[in-house]
């Protein structure tokens, strides 16, 4: 190393801001990826109305809604996860009929969000006749937004864009099926939720809880940085049974991950990775 | 390197990134708004017509000397520590996700005055705060000359917001690029 790395005020403020949060609140973000930490980060801080992230840090500690607030800008996409029809459809004719083998499923949605996930899976696994042995795991380390997933209220407005997907990821039957209109939004068949089960998890600290079939974890693993990544996929490693399937998100890899002896490609067009016998 | 378009930069590119010549060091990124619902043909379309290397980004990529990166559909991308690409799928910006802000913002921060951006054609003001970042960083600022434009809007919005130390067609641009070491 030859010259000295200057490190901005903004990088000092932020390295402080998230050991304050890991110590006052034991979230850890310890192990997020720098770029698009700073950028969520500095949309909170302008969100908030504060000039700096000391100022930030000052209220996050002082004020737990400001926490609360903060948090929902370092965990929530604002992303229409209703999306990835080829995922879904490459999920159905690939790894459906190898879960059909197992008289009872566990799958484990990691990163779960608001839940749009959990209930595209949900109904394809009703379609496919296979969610009455199902239990899903959907977990997510913001409580909110768990909260959120749980109820099951989406906007009716994004209901257009989820029902084109639906029919592109070649469902047998039409998205309506599942949803009504209520409470100022669609809400999502009540017999969905008996198999899920919504609970906290942190990819950062917690340990696996469960041995499942299927791991999905989307678009998640971008925000860790690689250590993070490793420590999430061991994770999932160890919780999937013999040759149980892992579904990431469709520009994510596993190229660069202490982990990738450990899966074999099954598809690889969409990220979806089969665990190795031995492994 | 990092160049943004949109409406007409299929075109655009055409012109710029096959004059690029073997041995050019410098990676480039590119983020061309694409529609989000279906994968991405741009290494399909560039490979075969550059001397660099075309690849699309994908997460925690290393960064290579000579290499252009397309941003894949429905991603941001950013540049990160390493340097690595990174990936996002927080909101879109001005409607656009790959945006060309995020890209631009990202790399500014991470190159500072070691980055030259490029503005080319396009009908939507994304890119325009990009472009200032990367000027308030010490970088160069390149725009397309809004006459020469498919779409002159991007153009003209990143020229009235930001001091522009280019504003060229695209064969002052790509002549331009071949100059640097």
């Known amino acids: 190393m030859d010259a000295q790395v200057s490190v901005s005020d903004f990088e000092i403020e932020l390295q402080l801001l998230i050991d304050a949060i890991y110590l006052k609140y034991h979230y850890d973000f310890r192990g997020y990826a720098e770029a698009s930490l700073k950028r969520r980060l500095a949309t909170a801080m302008l969100r908030v109305g504060c000039a700096s992230l000391s100022q930030l840090q000052d209220r996050v500690l002082r004020e737990p809604e400001t926490f609360s607030v903060v948090l929902d800008f370092l965990t929530v996409p604002v992303s229409d996860r209703f999306r990835d029809p080829h995922f879904f459809r490459s999920l159905r004719e690939s790894v459906v009929p190898l879960l059909r083998t197992y008289p009872s499923l566990k799958v484990w949605i990691a990163g779960c969000s608001t839940g749009e996930e959990v209930y595209s899976l949900a109904i394809l696994l009703r379609e496919e006749g296979l969610l009455e042995r199902t239990l899903i795991y959907a977990t997510d380390i913001n409580p909110q937004v768990l909260k959120k997933a749980e109820a099951g209220v989406f906007e009716l407005s994004r209901m257009a864009g989820f029902t084109e997907n639906h029919q592109r990821s070649g469902a047998r039957s039409s998205l309506s099926d599942y949803y009504t209109a209520a409470y100022g939004g669609a809400v999502f068949d009540k017999t969905l939720k008996q198999h899920v089960v919504f609970s906290d998890h942190s990819l950062a600290t917690d340990s696996v809880f469960a041995e499942v079939q299927l791991v999905l974890c989307r678009n998640v693993l971008i925000y860790f940085r690689r250590e993070l990544q490793d420590r999430a996929l061991g994770l999932f490693r160890e919780a999937l049974c013999r040759r149980g399937f892992l579904g990431i998100g469709s520009k994510e890899t596993l190229r660069f991950s202490a982990h990738a002896d450990g899966f074999d490609e099954l598809v690889r067009e969409h990220r979806i990775y089969q665990k190795k016998e031995a492994s | ?181």
């Open chain 2, 1 to 181: 390197m990092v160049i943004g378009a949109s409406a007409g930069g299929v075109e655009a590119l055409s012109v710029l990134l096959p004059a690029l010549p073997v041995g050019t060091a410098q990676p480039f990124f590119i983020v061309l708004h694409l529609p989000r619902d279906r994968p991405s043909v741009l290494v399909e379309v560039f490979r075969p017509r550059c001397a660099l290397y075309v690849e699309e980004a994908e997460d925690k990529i290393p960064v290579q000397p000579g290499t252009i990166y397309f941003a894949p559909a429905d991603y941001h991308l950013l540049v990160d520590k390493g340097p690595q690409l990174a990936l996002s799928t927080d909101e879109p910006i001005h409607f656009s996700r790959p945006s060309i802000d995020v890209l631009f913002e990202s790399a500014a921060d991470r190159y500072r005055d070691r980055l030259l951006g490029i503005i080319l054609t396009g009908a939507n003001e994304d890119g325009t705060n990009g472009l200032a970042a990367v000027h308030r960083a010490g970088g160069v600022t390149v725009v397309q000359d809004p006459g020469s434009a498919q779409s002159p809007f991007m153009a003209e919005s990143a020229l009235s917001r930001t001091p522009v130390n280019y504003v060229l067609s695209l064969a002052g641009i790509a002549a331009l690029l071949t100059t640097l070491k």
